[in-house]
T-cell receptor
Framework: SQELEQSPQSLIVQEGKNLTINCTSS?????LYWYKQKYGEGLIFLMM?????EEKSHEKITAKLDEKKQQSSLHITASQPSHAGIYLC?????????????FGQGTRLTINP | DTGVSQDPRHKITKRGQNVTFRCDPI?????LYWYRQTLGQGPEFLTY????????KSRLLSDRFSAERPKGSFSTLEIQRTEQGDSAMYLC????????????FGQGTRLTVV
């Protein structure tokens, strides 16, 4: 069973369209991390969220953590081919700081021109 | 380049052979993690270290898997008597201990068992 559930598992959007990826847990997300991965490569860090209601943006990507700290979303505005890849959410589920770091199953994003 | 390096990048081995992978973390990072990733899945937690101490090992992990981090620097992951089901990408990551912080990942070692 997955401690972090991502949805959707795959997403195909037309270039220029907006999209949202969700990450949900039944446990409190004390540290929530978004990563991007290209096929066959390592994970590249995007953003970290810690506080309930927190929102961060980098270029056209915005990540939010809900007030209850059990759900996060990643939103891409005006998608571009460079956004294609696998998006992964990871989380610290313990209150005592960075310990075991677990990941969702990933969302595969395809951008059609 | 994230600063975390893994060696080798690719390994092809025959079923039943032993293999060992190496991970060199960012030098000031106390925490080191190993994950296994198969096609279409997210990274599956295997184990992690605080300096040289192995703090947790996945209950799903066979006894054929062992990891070490002597002197709290580099780490090795060994798989004994490899099986075809061990074919996967093995990822290493490191991060600092204080508070919550992002983990930095290596490029991974892709293992193919034939």
């Amino acid at each position: 069973s997955q401690e972090l559930e991502q949805s959707p598992q795959s997403l195909i959007v037309q270039e220029g369209k907006n999209l949202t990826i969700n990450c949900t847990s039944s446990k409190t997300l004390y540290g929530l991390y978004w990563y991007k991965q290209k096929y066959g490569e390592g994970l590249i860090f995007l953003m970290m969220l810690q506080k309930g209601g927190e929102e961060k943006s980098h270029e056209k990507i915005t990540a939010k953590l809900d007030e209850k700290k059990q759900q996060s979303s990643l939103h891409i505005t005006a998608s571009q081919p460079s956004h294609a890849g696998i998006y992964l959410c990871g989380a610290d589920l313990g209150i005592q700081g960075a310990q075991k770091l677990v990941f969702g199953q990933g969302t595969r994003l395809t951008i059609n021109p | 380049d994230t600063g975390v390096s893994q060696d080798p990048r690719h390994k092809i081995t025959k079923r039943g052979q032993n293999v060992t992978f190496r991970c060199d973390p960012i030098s000031e990072h106390n925490r080191l993690y190993w994950y296994r990733q198969t096609l279409g899945q997210g990274p599956e937690f295997l184990t992690y270290f605080q300096n040289e101490a192995q703090l947790e090992k996945s209950r799903l992990l066979s006894d054929r898997f062992s990891a070490e981090r002597p002197k709290g620097s580099f780490s090795t992951l060994e798989i004994q008597r490899t099986e075809q089901g061990d074919s996967a990408m093995y990822l290493c990551a490191s991060r600092r201990t204080q508070g919550y912080a992002e983990a930095f990942f290596g490029q991974g070692t892709r293992l193919t068992v034939v």
